[in-house]
T-cell receptor, first 112, second 112 residues
Framework: QQPVQSPQAVILREGEDAVINCSSS?????VHWYRQKHGEAPVFLMI?????EQKGHEKISASFNEKKQQSSLYLTASQLSYSGTYFC?????????????FGRGTSLIVHP | NAGVTQTPKFQVLKTGQSMTLQCAQD?????MYWYRQDPGMGLRLIYY???????DKGEVPNGYNVSRLNKREFSLRLESAAPSQTSVYFC???????????FGPGTRLTVT
């Protein structure tokens, strides 16, 4: 089952902040975030692991609440280059493999 | 180091025709994935291969078959294309010890 992202879309002016949320009905081992610019492939931003470990982008922060099965991505002082669609992904396990499932995405538009 | 490559970039098929989408990675990754991306639906997993010699169904496997030809290559075949398979197809790979999926540039497929 796909994780649920909110909001579906965000429109900002340069320098403003945004929060994108991701929630799952399943217990989470990890949450990963990707950004996709129009016409391009998704690019990895970060992963948050159970227990608090976090790996990824230096200028973007995120939180992971294991009990609530939720994650939030914080985009502070937005730049024009932050525009794109953000996807959260979660992993379920099957036979020792981690199977990724992505949310439907949040479109972020940053205006000058 | 080309990363993940996909061919073709664009394809138009008539209903009932067959084709194979090719994917190759040069990062010595164990896991490879095929996704389809439709507007508003995010990335949905079609098939994945956790390691050379294994393949498993993802969320939306109907109408597709895959082959993990070797560690580098993972192909996706449409035996009898249908208009519902009009989509953008992304291949991705991930290393055994890594967290990040690396995506190819995508194939835009239209079935008329």
């Amino acid at each position: 089952q796909q994780p649920v992202q909110s909001p579906q879309a965000v429109i900002l002016r340069e320098g403003e902040d945004a929060v994108i949320n991701c929630s799952s009905s399943k217990a989470l081992y990890s949450v990963h975030w990707y950004r996709q610019k129009h016409g391009e492939a998704p690019v990895f931003l970060m992963i948050l692991l159970k227990g608090g470990e976090q790996k990824g982008h230096e200028k973007i922060s995120a939180s992971f609440n294991e009990k609530k099965q939720q994650s939030s991505l914080y985009l502070t002082a937005s730049q024009l280059s932050y525009s794109g669609t953000y996807f959260c992904g979660t992993d379920s396990t099957s036979g020792g493999s981690y199977i990724p499932t992505f949310g439907r995405g949040t479109s972020l538009i940053v205006h000058p | 180091n080309a990363g993940v490559t996909q061919t073709p970039k664009f394809q138009v098929l008539k209903t009932g025709q067959s084709m194979t989408l090719q994917c190759a990675q040069d990062m010595n990754h164990n896991s490879m994935y095929w996704y389809r991306q439709d507007p508003g639906m995010g990335l949905r997993l079609i098939y994945y291969s956790a390691s050379e010699g294994t393949t498993d169904k993802g969320e939306v496997p109907n109408g597709y078959n895959v082959s993990r030809l070797n560690k580098r290559e993972f192909s996706l075949r449409l035996e009898s294309a249908a208009p519902s398979q009009t989509s953008v197809y992304f291949c991705a790979s991930k290393g055994l010890a890594g967290y990040e999926q690396y995506f190819g540039p995508g194939t835009r497929l239209t079935v008329t």
